[in-house]
């Protein structure tokens, strides 16, 4: 029996259509896997299977490697000239080694190995057929398309066949080379089907790119030879043109030397030096003098001025002024203005004021004679300066300083092609020992299969990882429910309980006899032991429950089935049990007990017939049945007329626990005119039948009534997957595997 959880109330169904995905529960997903654990192992050995047949059509392969030396910073100092070979090699850098690499690997080395070696003859270069892209993709093979020539067409004839085939084992062999780097060594491996073809296609790709090298370098070197031979050439002739011109000029301008030029325009920089402290000398005398001037007019402070400060006098006669006057007004304070020590004191100061003043004219006088030296001084070097400038800047000197400094660069120029030259030509008569083979290639003893092993876990790990994804989706688009977890997680209501789907049992009988005697004759069957826990689970929901209404979403659900076994189970616990076919559609209740031809329901509503009429009891279950009577029109009206609720109070004050089988809910809304008299209502969902979206769409049928709702009851539950979905099993029944089936009705 699930675990029960409270009941929802109205709002809790609004978006009920449209709820949220539980969290991912791992144990279910686990158990999914179980449950599928065949489609999972069926689909990992389609994979090993699949990779087994992958590597029967692959072939073994071997590997040979050789090291080659790109640049040996060792060697590259020449020991007769003691300088650098190449002014460019030491600075070699990630970027130069990654395209010694591409070329290693490029077209143009394959072509020529593939020709040397004749791979144009050999089936392993010349793969095609189905299979050429899987071997391409390992790294065992390509293919390529054709040759053209210049114009775009075309090459025929035997040519055009061979240079096909050259071109198809290049592509191979690229395919099949892999470089790695480590400092400025690359170690180049090649694949093979055979262990000797594969070390000689690493010496002949080694050889091949060091021959291409050497080329590539001599080639370099003249064309770099020719260019500054003529650059060399050019600039001797220009710079033996500058110095005949210089030669001429001085000729005519009577200058007999560059000295001469030198001197003056040392003399004129050094003037210039001088011309500027002297110009900083006036400027500095001058805002000296007059803030001399103005501290002294205005008595201020002579710190800031050194000329004042550095006076003695001046500065004594600054004390006694200050002496005086203090005491000046000290006196004023004590006699008065007019006592003979005051005016004393007063005729001292103004002889010391004098005194002042005299002094510091005196001191003003020599500041502006240092002054007007400083002036006299600056306007004799402007003009020493002006003459020997317009000495300098004459035509004759301006021109011979122009030539002069062409003839200096073009020098210089010259100098410096004239050594890159010489450099070039050393080398191109030195043979580069840089670039070399420094391990030869190697002797491959065993197959590499690193990736042969590799696709052997890949292919099981691929399997199982399909079958798993399978299994899930599998499982995610099922459209019906098998676990009450599934139930409460969805819909938000209790399961009140799981009737399971037994095996027909070979006896005689009618259907009735087949079908609820399990629950009377056999108390220890699953059958019983599940109908028995749906109903008290029910009555352990709601204590005064009387009227119980069975309906589901949709036909051939077997709510009928179970409506007759839960009262057939009440009856057996000594309640007086009455079960009522509402259904007056289709009456499966009635037809199952045999009383689909008798007056019932319908007659009773109609006024046709009595209660005690209608009434019967069946012999097996002591349960009493009102079956649904004769066909009616507008079969909703009746069932919620008064005279239906009148019948519904009369049985409660007659029996213990009535039972009303109803019609399903999406199809008519029979059920859920009913639901209004019910005190409890139990939806029936068929096991792994039953779409969500129709149970989904049943409650929203249910919602005026939702609080009625006790639960869910899952019917037709096969128990023999029941440990796959979590439920528990191993509790021995006596009559277990010997039950009637649960028929859709």
């Given at each position: 029996?699930?675990s029960?959880?409270?009941?929802t109330?109205?709002d809790?169904?609004?978006d009920l259509?449209?709820?949220?995905?539980?969290p991912?529960?791992?144990?279910?997903?686990a158990?999914?896997?179980?449950?599928?654990?065949?489609?999972?192992a069926?689909?990992?050995?389609?994979?090993?299977?699949?990779?087994?047949?992958?590597?029967?059509?692959?072939?073994?392969l071997?590997k040979?490697t050789?090291e080659?030396?790109?640049?040996?910073?060792?060697?590259?100092?020449d020991?007769?000239i003691q300088?650098p070979?190449?002014?460019?090699?030491?600075a070699?850098t990630?970027a130069?080694m990654?395209?010694?690499i591409?070329?290693?690997?490029?077209?143009?080395?394959?072509l020529?190995?593939?020709?040397e070696?004749?791979?144009d003859?050999?089936?392993?270069?010349?793969t095609?057929g189905r299979?050429a892209?899987?071997a391409?993709?390992?790294g065992?093979?390509?293919?390529?398309?054709?040759?053209?020539?210049?114009r775009?067409?075309?090459?025929?004839?035997?040519?055009g066949?061979?240079?096909?085939?050259?071109d198809r084992?290049a592509?191979?062999l690229?395919h099949?080379?892999q470089v790695?780097?480590?400092?400025?060594i690359l170690?180049?491996?090649?694949?093979?089907?055979?262990?000797?073809k594969?070390?000689?296609?690493?010496?002949?790709?080694?050889?091949?790119?060091?021959?291409?090298?050497?080329e590539?370098?001599?080639?370099?070197?003249?064309?770099?030879?020719n260019?500054l031979k003529?650059r060399?050439?050019?600039?001797?002739?220009?710079?033996?043109?500058t110095e005949?011109?210089?030669?001429?000029?001085?000729?005519?301008?009577?200058?007999?030397n560059?000295?001469?030029?030198?001197n003056?325009?040392?003399?004129m920089?050094?003037?210039?030096?001088?011309?500027m402290?002297?110009r900083e000398?006036?400027?500095e005398?001058?805002?000296?003098?007059?803030?001399?001037?103005?501290?002294?007019?205005?008595n201020?402070?002579?710190?800031s001025i050194?000329?004042?400060t550095?006076?003695t006098?001046?500065?004594?006669?600054?004390q006694?002024?200050?002496?005086l006057?203090?005491?000046?007004?000290?006196?004023q304070?004590?006699?008065?203005?007019?006592h003979?020590k005051v005016?004393?004191?007063?005729?001292?100061l103004?002889?010391?004021n004098?005194?002042?003043?005299?002094e510091a004219?005196?001191?003003?006088?020599d500041?502006?004679n240092a002054y007007?030296?400083?002036?006299r001084?600056?306007k004799?070097?402007?003009?020493?300066?002006?003459g020997?400038?317009a000495?300098?800047n004459?035509?004759?000197?301006?021109?011979?300083?122009q030539?002069?400094?062409s003839?200096?660069?073009d020098?210089?120029?010259?100098?410096?092609?004239?050594?890159?030259y010489?450099?070039?030509s050393?080398?191109?008569?030195?043979?580069d020992?840089?670039?070399?083979?420094?391990?030869?290639?190697?002797?491959?003893r065993?197959t590499?299969?690193?990736k042969?092993?590799?696709?052997v876990?890949?292919?099981?790990?691929?399997?199982?990882?399909?079958?798993?994804?399978?299994?899930?989706?599998?499982?995610?688009?099922?459209?019906?429910?098998?676990?009450?977890?599934e139930?409460?997680?969805?819909?938000?209501?209790?399961v009140?309980g799981?009737?399971p789907?037994?095996g027909?049992?070979?006896?005689?009988?009618?259907?009735?006899g087949?079908?609820?005697?399990?629950?009377v004759n056999e108390?220890?069957?699953?059958?019983?032991?599940?109908?028995?826990?749906m109903?008290?689970?029910?009555e352990l929901?709601?204590?005064?429950?009387?009227?119980?209404?069975?309906?589901s979403?949709?036909?051939?659900?077997?709510?009928?089935?179970v409506?007759?076994?839960?009262?057939?189970?009440?009856?057996?616990?000594?309640?007086?049990?009455?079960?009522?076919d509402c259904?007056?559609?289709q009456?499966?209740t009635?037809?199952?007990?045999?009383?689909?031809?008798q007056?019932?329901?319908?007659?009773?509503?109609l006024g046709?017939a009595?209660?005690?009429?209608?009434i019967?009891?069946?012999?097996?279950?002591?349960a009493?049945?009102i079956?649904a009577?004769?066909?009616?029109?507008?079969?909703?009206?009746?069932?919620?007329?008064?005279?239906?609720?009148d019948l519904?109070?009369e049985?409660?004050?007659?029996?213990?626990?009535?039972?009303?089988?109803?019609?399903?809910l999406?199809?008519?809304?029979d059920?859920?005119?009913?639901t209004?008299?019910?005190?409890k209502?139990?939806?029936?969902?068929?096991?792994?039948?039953?779409?969500?979206?129709?149970?989904a769409?049943?409650f929203?049928?249910?919602?005026p009534?939702?609080?009625?709702?006790?639960?869910?009851?899952?019917?037709?539950?096969?128990?023999?997957?029941?440990?796959?979905?979590?439920?528990?099993g191993?509790?021995?029944?006596r009559s277990?595997?010997?039950h009637?089936?649960?028929?859709?009705t």
């Open positions: 029996m699930q029960q959880v409270p009941a109330s109205i809790d169904f609004e259509a449209d709820a949220q995905a539980a991912v529960d791992l144990l279910a997903v158990r999914a896997a179980l449950r599928r654990w065949r489609l999972i069926s689909v990992t050995l389609c994979s090993l299977l699949a990779t087994y047949g992958v590597l029967k059509l692959m072939p073994a071997y040979s050789v080659i030396l790109v640049y040996d910073p060792q060697q590259q100092i020991t007769a300088k070979i190449s002014p460019f090699v030491d070699l990630d130069a990654a395209t010694e591409d070329i290693v690997k490029s077209k143009s080395v394959a020529r190995v593939a020709d070696l004749g791979l003859r050999d089936p392993e270069f010349q095609s299979f892209g899987l391409e993709f390992f065992f093979g390509g293919s390529a398309g054709g040759r053209h020539d210049d775009g067409g075309p090459i025929d004839g035997r040519a066949e061979k240079a096909e085939a050259l084992a592509d191979a690229i099949r080379i790695t780097q480590d400092a400025y170690a180049v491996s090649v694949t093979s089907q055979s262990p000797t594969a070390q000689r296609l690493a010496e002949a790709i080694a050889k091949d790119y060091l021959a291409s090298q050497r590539a370098r001599q080639q370099a070197l003249q064309r770099v030879a260019w003529e060399v050439d050019n600039l001797q002739a220009r710079v033996l043109e005949s011109d210089i030669e001429k000029l001085k000729a005519a301008s009577g200058i007999k560059d000295n001469d030029f030198n003056a325009r040392e003399q920089s050094g003037l210039y030096t001088q011309l402290k002297a000398d006036v400027g005398k001058s805002a000296r003098l007059e803030q001399a001037r103005h501290l002294i007019d205005t201020g402070d002579i710190q050194p000329e004042l550095d006076s006098t001046l500065t004594q006669l600054r006694q002024q200050m002496e006057s203090s005491r000046a007004a000290d006196l304070t004590k006699l008065g203005p007019n003979m005016i004393e004191t007063l005729g001292e103004a002889a010391v004098n005194q002042i003043n005299a004219q005196h001191i003003l006088g500041m502006q007007d030296i400083a002036v001084r600056q004799a070097l402007e003009a020493s300066l002006q020997l400038a000495h300098v004459s035509e004759a000197y301006t021109k011979l300083q030539l002069r400094r003839a200096d660069a020098q210089k120029l010259y100098e410096s092609y004239l050594s890159q010489n450099d070039i050393e080398r191109a008569t030195v043979q020992a840089s670039s070399r083979i420094i391990s030869p290639a190697t002797l491959p065993s590499t299969s690193s042969r092993k590799m696709l876990p890949l292919g099981a790990i691929f399997g199982l990882g399909s079958g798993f994804m399978l299994a899930c989706l599998l499982e995610y688009f099922r459209t019906g429910i098998k676990t009450g977890q139930v409460e997680q969805s819909f938000g209501r209790p009140m799981i009737i789907l037994v027909r049992r070979k006896t005689n009988g009618t259907p009735r087949r079908l609820l005697g399990e629950v108390p220890f069957s699953q059958l019983t032991e599940a109908v028995h826990a109903r008290i689970s029910l929901s709601s204590a005064n429950s009387k009227v119980i209404l069975i309906t979403a949709l036909p051939a659900e077997g709510k009928s089935t409506a007759m076994l839960l009262a057939a189970s009440s009856a057996s616990s000594g309640k007086k049990t009455i079960l009522v259904d007056l559609r009456p499966s009635s037809e199952v007990l045999q009383n689909n031809h007056p019932g329901l319908s007659d009773l509503l046709t009595r209660l005690s009429d209608i019967t009891k069946d012999p097996i279950t002591n009493y049945v079956p009577g004769s066909m009616v029109p507008n079969a909703p009206d009746w069932l919620k007329s008064e005279r239906m609720r519904i109070n049985l409660r004050n007659g029996f213990d626990y009535i039972v009303m089988d109803t019609s399903p999406l199809p008519v809304v059920a859920l005119v009913l209004t008299v019910a005190d209502v139990l939806v029936i969902v068929e096991w792994s039948r039953t779409p969500r979206d129709s149970i769409e049943a929203k049928i249910l919602r009534e939702v609080h009625r709702v006790a639960g869910i009851v899952i019917n037709k539950a096969d128990v023999h997957q029941f440990p796959g979905y979590g439920y528990y191993g509790y021995n029944y277990a595997g010997k009637a089936a649960i028929h859709e």
